[in-house]
């Protein structure tokens, strides 16, 4: 089964067809005046493709269990032709596709089994989906110019030669995954003045984003955000809200990272942990929807 523990709970609807088709007329008027002899198609068939959705994980061995918060089955004749929908809600990590087709397709198999006994040439056809919404495929941004980020590693022991930098590799991948340039790489010390400088120094040069990991703990010498909050025009405390949420669902002493974020004119300014799965985490819990900022700040309208 795929891991999925590192992805955020979002609203997922997916929307999926099956069509019946009967042989002769008389079937879809016994439908319709409910004298079909094991009873009522639509409501068994119904009642059967929730069971259906609901059992979806049982039956196919890759599919997570997940909260089925919604399921809407609906139907269509067009001559001799049912077409069947199944549209499937969920708030949670990964998509509901598979159980509406699932779903649709339980319908389907259902009516086939009501209605044999008074029509032998009926036909199953089209089980597929329709539509899906949600996950990072709804929420990626695209930019006719590349945005462009500098990262800035925030260690004594690593500007110093003591230790190796992972983490700041990890955020670099994780950008560039998201279709983000890298224009900078930079290892500094846990240095207020240096901090700052940077800051102001990559805002003039025209980047869209700069990234600083380290210095967000308790310690004497963690001084990222002092140095970075007084800089910054204005603070986006949901990122940060987000950010120590996904933590905090991950271990236990995510509340005490102290990152920050915010904007200094267009430059969205990012202050996140300096351990590597305390940055790997942070970048997963907003990226790639966090990139929805810079069409905010061009004027763009939210949905």
């Avoid at 995954?177 to 846990?190: G, Q």
């Avoid at 800089?231 to 005490?256: F, K, S, T, V, W």
């Amino acid at each position: 089964m795929v891991d999925i523990t590192h992805k955020s709970n979002t609203l997922r609807i997916a929307t999926a067809q099956a069509i019946v088709k009967v042989s002769k007329p008389d079937t879809i008027e016994a439908i319709k005046n409910d004298t079909v002899p094991k009873g009522n198609v639509f409501a068994m068939s119904k009642a059967a493709g929730l069971l259906g959705v609901k059992k979806t994980p049982d039956i196919l061995p890759d599919c997570h269990p997940l909260p089925i918060e919604y399921t809407g089955i609906e139907y269509e004749i067009n001559d001799l032709e049912i077409t069947i929908t199944c549209t499937i809600k969920t708030i949670y990590k990964t998509g509901v596709e598979v159980e509406a087709m699932h779903g649709a397709s339980v319908v389907a198999l259902n009516m086939y089994d009501m209605l044999k006994p008074i029509d032998k040439g009926i036909e199953i056809h089209a089980i597929k989906l329709l539509n899906k919404k949600g996950g990072k495929s709804s929420y990626k941004n695209r930019f006719k110019t590349p945005l462009k980020a500098a990262v800035i590693v925030c260690s004594d022991s690593i500007s110093n030669g003591q230790k190796e930098d992972k983490t700041g590799k990890a955020i670099i991948e994780k950008l560039e995954a998201c279709d983000v340039k890298i224009e900078d790489y930079i290892i500094i010390p846990d240095e207020k003045d240096l901090i700052q400088n940077k800051a102001k120094h990559y805002e003039n040069l025209g980047v869209n984003m700069v990234i600083y990991t380290g210095g967000t703990g308790l310690s004497a010498r963690d001084v990222t955000p002092e140095a970075l909050i007084p800089l910054l025009d204005r603070r986006i405390l949901g990122i940060e809200e987000a950010i120590r949420n996904y933590g905090q669902n991950r271990m236990p002493y995510a509340m005490l990272s102290r990152s920050v974020a915010g904007t200094i004119n267009n430059t969205l300014v990012l202050a996140l942990p300096g351990s590597t799965n305390g940055a790997k985490e942070s970048m997963d819990a907003i990226f790639p929807s966090v990139l929805h900022v810079f069409g905010i700040l061009k004027g763009a309208r939210h949905d």
